[in-house]
């Protein structure tokens, strides 16, 4: 990656909790590390979700995330840098971000676990611009 710790570069970190911390897993896979926190368990999902006329029941489950958080580590990485964080759920913010920074890292994730299978690999409407 073209992060110079030298250079004056404006930085967009983009989506998936890259303020907070890494996805650690689910299910079988979850992993509580030393120094686990409630502080970093975020709660996705749940409701419904009407996606291409059909109705959809969206799981409801915990995400536990793992610090150091990916915007932190970014920050230590490239100290001259001016880093910017949108957490994607406004995609026009987050292309604006883009748009607006010398470089963009993006975190996307899709968290998954035993007996939660996804509907297919495609993004969903509302993220395909």
């Given at each position: 990656?073209?992060?110079?710790?030298?250079?004056?570069?404006?930085?967009?970190i983009?989506?998936?909790h890259?303020?907070?911390?890494?996805?650690?897993?689910?299910?079988?896979?979850?992993?509580?590390?030393?120094?686990?926190?409630?502080?970093?368990e975020v709660?996705i999902?749940?409701?419904?979700?009407?996606?291409?006329?059909?109705?959809?029941?969206?799981?409801?489950?915990?995400?536990?995330l793992?610090?150091?958080?990916?915007?932190?580590?970014?920050?230590?990485?490239?100290?001259?840098?001016?880093?910017?964080?949108?957490?994607g759920?406004?995609?026009t913010?987050?292309?604006?971000?883009?748009?607006?920074?010398d470089?963009?890292?993006?975190?996307?994730?899709?968290h998954?676990?035993?007996?939660?299978?996804?509907?297919?690999?495609?993004?969903?409407?509302?993220?395909?611009?």
């Amino acid at each position: 990656m073209p992060l110079s710790p030298a250079k004056r570069q404006s930085i967009a970190i983009i989506g998936a909790h890259a303020d907070l911390g890494v996805h650690s897993g689910g299910g079988s896979s979850q992993v509580l590390g030393i120094g686990h926190s409630q502080n970093l368990e975020v709660h996705i999902g749940g409701g419904l979700r009407v996606i291409a006329g059909e109705s959809w029941d969206i799981p409801g489950d915990g995400v536990v995330l793992h610090a150091p958080s990916p915007l932190s580590e970014i920050g230590k990485i490239a100290p001259k840098a001016r880093l910017s964080f949108s957490s994607g759920d406004d995609i026009t913010e987050a292309v604006a971000a883009a748009k607006k920074a010398d470089i963009a890292i993006v975190f996307a994730r899709q968290h998954m676990r035993e007996g939660v299978d996804v509907y297919g690999l495609a993004l969903p409407a509302s993220r395909r611009r």
